[in-house]
């Protein structure tokens, strides 16, 4: 597509219940990241995509977030058992620059709401 | 681990002004530093910066990078409403996490 994609754009939810969030990146690119971004708050990296390699977690904050990446194109990040603190903005990025990062594309962003 | 500080946090100018905003950095094998601006959701690329000295220019927006004191500054020179964001710094560094390393951002308000 012609920018990064991401859906959905808004998520309310209750705390306990999990949630899904899509990322569609731009066609091509084979660096794909989540960030998490807090009210006020800089953008916080939770996990990184390159290619068919392993994926770098280090940056979840808990076990209850998962990430996958299909194909090597849409992922997907899974919060399990949400809690207040886990809302945020989630925000998809997607590099053509191999290995490293450069020039990241953003999405728009899902907004999580945990009540 | 890799640290960004900018400052000020935030900034109220009227409209013609010129700001300074400031980014300091602590990175492991620094590799390189980016400015984004985000004006409502997604942050959009301003500019990459690798080497110290030299001077990048997009219209009344400029940034440089020292790489022996570990600052970078964005300019914006007659300021607009339209410049009114979030002005994010972020480093690239070879240790560590992959993915940049974000800092708080700069809230810029220009006033008309």
């Known amino acids: 597509g012609a920018g990064v994609s991401q859906s959905p754009s808004n998520k309310v939810t209750e705390k306990g219940k999990d949630v899904e969030l899509r990322c569609d990146p731009i066609s091509g690119h084979t660096a794909l990241y989540w960030y998490r971004q807090s009210l006020g708050q800089g953008l916080e990296f939770l996990i990184y995509f390159q290619g068919n390699s392993a994926p770098d977690k280090s940056g979840l904050p808990s076990d209850r977030f998962s990430a996958e990446r299909t194909g090597g194109s849409v992922s997907t990040l899974t919060i399990q058992r949400t809690q207040q603190e886990d809302s945020a903005v989630y925000l998809c990025?997607?590099?053509?620059?191999?290995?490293?990062?450069?020039?990241?594309?953003f999405g728009e962003g899902s907004r999580l709401t945990v009540l | 681990e890799d640290k960004v500080v900018q400052s000020p946090l935030s900034l109220v100018v009227h409209e013609g002004d010129t700001v300074t905003l400031n980014c300091s950095y602590e990175?492991?094998?620094?590799?390189?530093l980016l400015w984004y601006k985000q004006e409502k959701k997604a942050p959009t690329f301003l500019f990459m910066l690798?080497?110290?000295?030299i001077e990048k220019k997009s219209g009344r927006l400029s940034s440089i990078l020292d790489k022996k004191e570990l600052f970078s500054i964005l300019n914006i020179t007659a300021t607009q409403t339209g410049d009114s964001a979030v002005y994010l710094c972020?480093?690239?560094?070879?240790?560590?996490?992959?993915?940049?390393?974000f800092g708080k951002g700069t809230h810029l308000i220009i006033q008309p």
């Open positions: 990175v492991t094998n620094f590799r390189s």
């Open positions: 690798t080497s110290s000295g």
């Open positions: 990025a997607s590099s053509q620059r191999g290995g490293r990062t450069g020039e990241l594309f």
């Open positions: 972020a480093v690239e560094g070879g240790g560590g996490a992959d993915g940049l390393t």
